[in-house]
């Protein structure tokens, strides 16, 4: 079975930084793409950043672009979100997502497994 376990959120300041682990387990996942997405209230779950295991290629979303940062750790079996200059509009329920797939997808719909998700405020 399948699990994602995500950590690293918090409050944090504008300007400051936080990171983002995602724990997968249940599988290998060397075949699978990995993604952060986030949802604030009242708006639709967002690509952030997306990672493919085997080849590490990433891509990231154009509001986080310059900003965020995502890695993946192998012998941990995890994946990270560095995030750096936050802005109160990051703020939202970040989650981790995972998908059998040889390239990055954006749309959530497109993507199996999800985590229960990390809150990230942002203050001004």
């Known amino acids: 079975q399948v699990r994602l376990a995500e950590s690293g959120g918090g409050l944090v300041q504008a300007g400051g930084s936080l990171r983002l682990s995602c724990a997968a387990s249940?599988?290998?996942?060397?075949?699978?793409?990995m993604a952060w997405f986030r949802q604030a209230p009242g708006k639709e779950r967002e690509f952030v950043a997306g990672?493919?295991?085997?080849?590490?290629?990433?891509r990231v979303g154009d509001s986080v672009k310059g900003r965020f940062t995502i890695s993946r750790d192998n012998a941990k079996n995890t994946v990270y979100l560095q995030m750096n200059s936050l802005k109160p509009e990051d703020t939202a329920v970040y989650y981790c997502?995972?998908?059998?797939?040889?390239?990055?997808?954006?749309?959530?719909?497109?993507?199996?497994?999800w985590g229960q998700g990390t809150q990230v405020t942002v203050s001004s």
């Open positions: 997502a995972a998908d059998l797939s040889s390239y990055i997808r954006v749309l959530s719909i497109e993507y199996e497994y």
């Open positions: 249940g599988r290998t996942f060397s075949n699978y793409n």
């Open positions: 990672i493919l295991w085997r080849l590490g290629s990433t």
